[in-house]
Nanobody, 127 residues
Framework: QVQLVESGGGLVQAGGSLKLSCAAS????????VGWFRQAPGKEREFVAA????????YYADSVKGRFTISRDNAKNTVYLQMNSLKSEDTAVYYC????????????????????WGQGTQVTVSS
């Protein structure tokens, strides 16, 4: 089993930065890809970024490419999402998720590829 807890959300002005953390418990976390997703009010959940378990290959949605950076520290069982140049349209609840498959050499943007989900953290960007 893997349990995930997000933190680091809050209220920030447009152009500002936040760093989200996803802390995991469970011995298999380090062997799973991790993704960040977000859901804004009235909208469907969407992919933000993902990172593989091993070589740290990263993937980003076009809307955040160049502004957000995903990273992981397997020794601390934690994945981070550094968010810079925030825009009002980044306002959403952000979720981290760990993949269903272990030891995969890819990290997919599809939510059904992820088995374990955190409870989410609110990010609000004021314009």
């Amino acid at each position: 089993q893997v349990q995930l807890v997000e933190s680091g959300g809050g209220l920030v002005q447009a152009g500002g930065s936040l760093k989200l953390s996803c802390a995991a418990s469970g011995r298999t976390f380090s062997s799973r890809a991790v993704g960040w997703f977000r859901q804004a009010p009235g909208k469907e959940r969407e992919f933000v970024a993902a990172i593989t378990w091993s070589d740290g290959s990263t993937y980003y949605a076009d809307s955040v490419k160049g502004r957000f950076t995903i990273s992981r520290d397997n020794a601390k069982n934690t994945v981070y999402l550094q968010m810079n140049s925030l825009k009002s349209e980044d306002t959403a609840v952000y979720y981290c998720a760990a993949s269903l498959e272990r030891y995969a050499d890819y990290a997919r943007p599809d939510s059904y590829e992820y088995r374990y989900w955190g409870q989410g953290t609110q990010v609000t960007v004021s314009s």
